[in-house]
C-alpha cells in the first residue's frame, strides 16, 4: 500500500514556474515508477509526465515537453514536477500516481493515487 500526497498548488502567472511535490509512505516507493497527471474542468485526466524507479528515464506529454521536468528523490520518498514557462491551458488539478510497470501513460496502469492539488495560471 502506498500514500500519495500532493504539495505546492497554487496560483501562478503565465510565464511563471512552479513546483509540485508529492510525498510518498512506505518503504517501497523506490519499487515504482512515478507519473503526474491532470485533469482540467469537464475533461478527462491526461498524462504529464512519467519516471522510472531509478529516476534516470523519464517520458513527457508532448504539451509540456521542454517546460516541465519530473524528478524524484528515494531518499525523501518524494516526486517533483518542475513546472516552467506555465500557460493558461496548464491550469487543472494535478495528481501523482504510483505504478508497477514503466513505461506507462493510461491511468488504468496506475495503481496508487494522490488527492490531487490545484494549479491555476494566469493570463
Known amino acids: 500500500q502506498v500514500q500519495l500526497v500532493e504539495s505546492g498548488g497554487g496560483l501562478v502567472q503565465a510565464g511563471g514556474s512552479l513546483r509540485l511535490s508529492c510525498a510518498a509512505s512506505?518503504?517501497?516507493?523506490?519499487?515504482?515508477?512515478m507519473g503526474w497527471f491532470r485533469q482540467a474542468p469537464e475533461k478527462d485526466r491526461e498524462f504529464v509526465a512519467t519516471i522510472s524507479r531509478t529516476g534516470l528515464t523519464t517520458y513527457y506529454a508532448d504539451s509540456v515537453k521542454g517546460r516541465f521536468a519530473i524528478s524524484r528523490d528515494n531518499a525523501k520518498n518524494t516526486v517533483y514536477l518542475q513546472m516552467n514557462s506555465v500557460k493558461p491551458e496548464d491550469t487543472a488539478v494535478y495528481y501523482c500516481a504510483a505504478a508497477g510497470r514503466f513505461p506507462n501513460r493510461r491511468t488504468d496502469d496506475y495503481d496508487y493515487w494522490g488527492q490531487g492539488t490545484q494549479v491555476t495560471v494566469s493570463s
Open positions: 512506505g518503504r517501497t516507493f523506490s519499487t515504482y515508477a
